[in-house]
């Protein structure tokens, strides 16, 4: 492999899935349009039972600590704004035992961008102190349990 300022998202499959299959490479808001592609995987894991969904949302924040980590690493920039597994990660939380309706996948995709984006306490101030790999995916972990907190509590009052 090339020295770490050369290397870039599509040279290594580690870099290439830190970077959502390329999504994280969008010159603006690449986290959104990282959620966005997440959205067709969800499409496939949603297909699951609850409980391997749920193993593979763990699987898959397990490998992200590793992936975002040593992305950021090799690139020499902490929580680079183009590594997104974590988007895909959040947002998969977010959508944990919801109706597969395309309302409820619109909703998940605003409100976790939302959090992620506000950064509510503790999301940023764990975003500020934890550090490495567990440091990128953690905050978007928090961001996507608020989101699914809420949107269950919409669920259960409203629907």
Not at 16 to 45: C, D, E, R
Not at 123 to 146: E, P, Q, S, T
Request: hydrophobic share 55%; net charge neutral; with cysteine.
């Amino acid at each position: 492999m090339s020295e770490p300022s050369q290397r870039r998202w599509n040279n290594h499959w580690v870099h290439f899935l830190a970077f959502g299959f390329g999504s994280g490479a969008a010159p603006k808001a690449p986290g959104t349009f990282g959620t966005l592609a997440a959205i067709p995987v969800y499409l496939l894991l949603a297909q699951l039972p609850l409980w391997p969904y749920l193993a593979v949302i763990v699987l898959s924040f397990l490998l992200g600590v590793y992936l975002c980590g040593q992305t950021s690493k090799d690139m020499g920039v902490h929580d680079h704004g183009g590594i997104v597994w974590d988007e895909f990660v959040g947002y998969w939380i977010t959508m944990i035992a919801l109706p597969f309706h395309w309302a409820w996948i619109v909703a998940g995709f605003v409100l976790f961008r939302l959090f992620d984006i506000l950064k509510p306490f503790p999301i940023g101030w764990l975003d500020k102190r934890v550090h490495g790999g567990l440091g990128i995916m953690i905050d978007d972990v928090i961001a996507g349990i608020f989101a699914l907190i809420i949107l269950q509590l919409a669920r259960y009052f409203f629907f």
